[in-house]
């Protein structure tokens, strides 16, 4: 069975400030993706980075940077000098790729609220 | 460009009505999934398919059911609408290799 951990339920942070976003991981397949997705207040869900398990180098796009510990079995996302626009509920989703599953696991999401 | 829809945004229904979400994507994903959305739960799998006329029971998938007879469309069938199913609904397709895509999502209110 998988399963998927975003222990922090909500965060605040001023604007500005960095914020990481935590997630933990469980899967018995040696190979899976991982996700991010972003939901804003408007409610759709904005993909943000997919990570094969076999690629553990971090990665950076502008403020946001993941990253992906095999060892602990985290993938976690920082915001860096977060801005309003950043207030949205992040999900962490995995898709373990054994017996040709596609489907998405994911956590239960975290709330960021950037306070100008 | 490619996309995928969902029908109707938004639906208020009675209990014990039969519902039915449409689901539509022009990525000629052969993977396509339902997904509900409540406050603690996160996105909970309801049903899926991996091509036509295959079908398969996620985590939550009592009370509903799909078809999928084309490529482009998955419907989500609530046969008898109960209070609990009131939520958020999210259709999404995905590739071998890609990530999913999902729809705007259907806001269902029972009452």
């Known amino acids: 069975a998988q399963k998927v951990t975003q222990a922090q339920t909500e965060i605040s942070v001023v ?4 914020v990481t976003l935590d997630c933990v991981y469980e899967t018995r397949d040696t190979t899976y993706y991982l996700f991010w997705y972003k939901q804003p ?6 993909f943000l980075i ?3 398990s076999f690629d553990e180098q971090n990665e950076i796009s502008g403020r946001y940077s993941w990253n992906f510990q095999k060892s602990t079995s985290s993938f976690n996302f920082t915001i ?4 309003v626009v950043d207030s949205a509920v992040y999900f962490c989703a995995l898709n373990p790729l054994g017996a040709g599953s596609y489907q998405l696991t994911f956590g239960k999401g975290t709330k960021l609220s950037v306070i100008p | 460009d490619a996309e995928i829809t969902q029908s109707p945004r938004h639906k208020i229904t009675e209990t014990g009505r039969q519902v039915t979400l449409a689901c539509h994507q022009t990525w000629n994903h052969n993977n396509m999934f ?4 409540d406050l603690g739960h996160g996105l909970r799998l309801i049903h899926y398919s991996y091509g036509v006329q ?5 985590e939550v998938s009592d009370g509903y059911s799909v078809s999928r007879s084309n490529t482009e469309d998955l419907p989500l069938t609530l046969e008898s609408a109960a209070s609990s199913q009131t939520s958020v609904y999210f259709c999404a397709s995905r590739g071998m290799n890609t990530e999913a895509f999902f729809g705007q999502g259907t806001r269902l209110t029972v009452v």
């Open chain 1, 15 to 18: 604007e500005k400030e960095d």
């Open chain 1, 41 to 46: 207040p408007s409610g759709e869900l904005v």
């Open chain 1, 50 to 52: 997919r990570r094969n």
């Open chain 1, 80 to 83: 860096t000098a977060s801005q």
């Open chain 2, 34 to 37: 339902w997904y509900r959305q």
């Open chain 2, 54 to 58: 295959d079908t398969n029971k996620g």
